[in-house]
């Protein structure tokens, strides 16, 4: 079974900073995809990032990249220039690439505050 | 942008009624998806639907959730007798691919805003 584990639930960060929101995974599959949504105030679900397991560089998106780091099972997201409306929950989530399902397991989710 | 829509954004309705929930995925989408979130906690995989048939469900989709492919641009939910602990909001998603595709681009599952779900 896969598991996905967000410890922080919620994170605070000045305008303008970046900031890292944590993501460890445990999982048994060789290969695997992991993913980061943003689910603002209105209750949307908004893809952010993807990272492939046997991808060699970390993901970048923009002001998003992924600290991806396989050894230690962790994939964390980091936001850098932090605007306002980065104030959301942001959501961990792995699906298997070969064998099991599509389906996506998700993280309990920070909370990301950003301030002035 | 293409986008995945959901209707109605939110449903009220009794304890032991029947509900239809409505997606509409992206048009060149093949795999469809639903989840649900209660109130406070984390996504939960309810259901995958690809070639007009479940490809996987959760323990949670039991008897009383179907899911349909009415036509070629709409994907529902239904749920039989909802009971209460059914309110929750409930996702549609959809992604080009599925597992295993060379580019993982297509491997994404975009959401729809969801439609609330109580039951009263």
């Known amino acids: 079974a896969q598991k996905i584990t967000q410890t922080q639930p919620g994170m605070f960060v000045q305008e303008k900073e970046a900031v890292t929101l944590d993501c460890t995974y445990d999982?048994?599959?060789?290969?695997?995809?992991l993913f980061w949504y943003k689910q603002p105030s209105s209750g949307e679900m908004i893809f952010l990032i993807y990272?492939?397991?046997?991808?060699?560089q970390n993901a970048t998106e923009g002001r998003y990249s992924l600290n991806f780091q396989k050894a230690r099972k962790s994939a964390n997201l980091v936001i850098s220039a932090s605007q306002l409306g980065d104030s959301a929950m942001y959501f961990c989530?792995?699906?298997?690439?070969?064998?099991?399902?599509?389906?996506?397991?998700f993280g309990t989710g920070t909370q990301l505050k950003v301030e002035l | 942008e293409p986008e995945v829509t959901q209707t109605p954004s939110h449903q009220v309705t009794q304890m032991g009624q029947e509900v239809i929930l409505r997606c509409v995925p992206i048009?060149?989408?093949?795999?469809f998806y639903w989840y649900r979130q209660i109130l406070g906690q984390k996504v939960e995989f309810l259901v995958s639907?690809?070639?007009?048939?479940?490809?996987?469900k959760s323990e949670i989709f039991d008897d009383q959730f179907s899911v349909e492919r009415p036509d070629g641009s709409n994907f529902t939910l239904k749920i039989r007798s909802t009971k209460l602990e059914d309110s929750a909001m409930y996702f549609c998603?959809?992604?080009?691919?599925?597992?295993?595709?060379?580019?993982?681009?297509?491997?994404?599952?975009?959401f729809g805003p969801g439609t609330r779900l109580t039951v009263l």
């Open positions: 990272q492939g397991s046997y991808d060699e």
């Open positions: 989530a792995m699906r298997p690439r070969r064998g099991g399902g599509n389906k996506l397991t």
């Open positions: 999982t048994s599959d060789q290969s695997y995809g």
């Open positions: 639907f690809y070639n007009n048939e479940i490809s996987e």
């Open positions: 998603a959809s992604s080009e691919r599925g597992r295993g595709r060379r580019y993982p681009s297509t491997d994404t599952q975009y």
């Open positions: 048009s060149n989408h093949l795999y």
